[in-house]
């Protein structure tokens, strides 16, 4: 579900036209909804009532400072894979025992800022982390929790470029090193092996290779706790999945996840933390543009946007779909056409669609991608010299524009004339 509804032939955010933000900030812009993202959050909070736990969001998804604080006032933890997101982390308000620092190449620096400004914990991924943390720990005169990430070598079902459970994949220890990994890790100083971390994937519609993962999981930590380890806290990553498309069938909710993780993993007694980032932020954002040109191809019809790769580029990447919707609504039965989507930029991989049935659309109307919340902004360049577009956080009637579109000067202006030009 999300707050994006046609209201008297017109799409709104909430209580607030789409077509009066984009009269005042341009095209293209991203618009998120507060209420949306208030309730993906409450979903995965209510799904694990009865147990402690902590919903660590998934910074990557989508990491501005308003829908960081937005998170956090909900009383979210962060799951920060860099120094820049750790740093937008505390810049948001969230205090260092609610962030979580993953990643498989944490950086010296990156380690002694998080021991610096607190941390809640790091979950490592290979053992020359595991000692370079315990060297840096150790001379900063601290122990610092830890957990391990274990690859399970499960096949989430999900695009290769987002699967992280495989055995080939980079992420993690194999599942089957643990033992001799954490025996290792306990008698090192300056960290204190606390629990056992494992992330499959993202974008997963079935719940069946999270309960596979979620039993090897199970078995580990009873396997640990027999040879001495203290497993107090298990970190069951994020990745389901969100519907990109109206007509595809719904993956589960998160109401189902809550209830394998209970029964898969819930007889152990550990605290639990997730670590969702498109489930909550997915549906809660649109990217809106205008359409500059229609043009008759050989074949085919090429609907031209302002919008391009640099702002969305999951389908250029993973071939992902997002519906496209007019904003303003199409009349009952209005005839459809076939368009090719494409945006500007010098690319034949600019592309957003391809033989997309859509109503009638003309130079100057206005167009919304669904689903555009998550890994939009994020992933979005300044390729072609286009300017990073505006993102825009309503609440009820009301939106802000929580980061503003450049201008060319102050982009140029980053660049440094060396003396001898």
Known sequence: ???????????????VAIADIAAAVGTPFYVYSTATLERHFRLFDEALSGTEHLVCYAMKAASNQAILRTLAALGAGMDVVSGGEYARARAAGVPGDRIVFSGVGKTRAEIAQALTGGIRQFN????????????????????????????????????????????????????????????????????E?????????????DLAPFEAAFLKVAELTETLRADGHDIRRLDLGGGLGIPYTRSNE???????????????????????????????????????????????????????????????????????WHDIVPVIEPAPGAEQMAYDVVGPVCESGDTFAKGRMLPQIQAGDLVAFRSAGAYGAVMSSEYNTRPLIPEVLVKDDHFAVIRARPTFDEIISRDTIPAWL
Not at 1 to 15: C, P, Q, T, V, W
Not at 164 to 171: L, Q, R, Y
Not at 193 to 205: K, P
């Open 1 to 15: 579900m999300d707050h994006f509804l046609y209201r008297d032939g017109a799409l709104y955010a909430e209580d």
């Open 124 to 191: 490592l991924e290979s053992e020359p982390e595991m000692r370079l943390l315990s060297e840096i720990a150790s001379a900063m005169g601290q122990v610092v929790p830890v957990t391990i990430r274990v690859n399970p070598d499960v096949d989430a079902k999900t695009h290769a470029k987002i699967s992280t459970g495989k055995s080939e994949n980079k992420f993690g220890i194999p599942i089957s090193r643990a033992r001799a990994v954490y025996a290792e890790a306990a008698a090192l100083p300056g960290i």
């Open 250 to 320: 719904a993956p589960p909710l998160p109401t189902d996840f809550g209830a394998l993780i209970k029964r898969t993993v819930g007889h152990l007694g550990c605290e639990i933390e997730i670590e969702p980032g498109r489930l909550i932020v997915g549906n809660a954002g649109l990217l809106v543009s205008e359409a500059i040109y229609v043009k008759e191809g050989e074949d085919r019809q090429f609907l031209i946007l302002d919008a391009a790769m640099n702002d969305l580029i999951r389908p250029a990447m993973y071939d992902a």
């Open 193 to 205: 092996v606390i629990g056992i971390d494992v992330h499959i994937g993202s974008q997963l519609t």
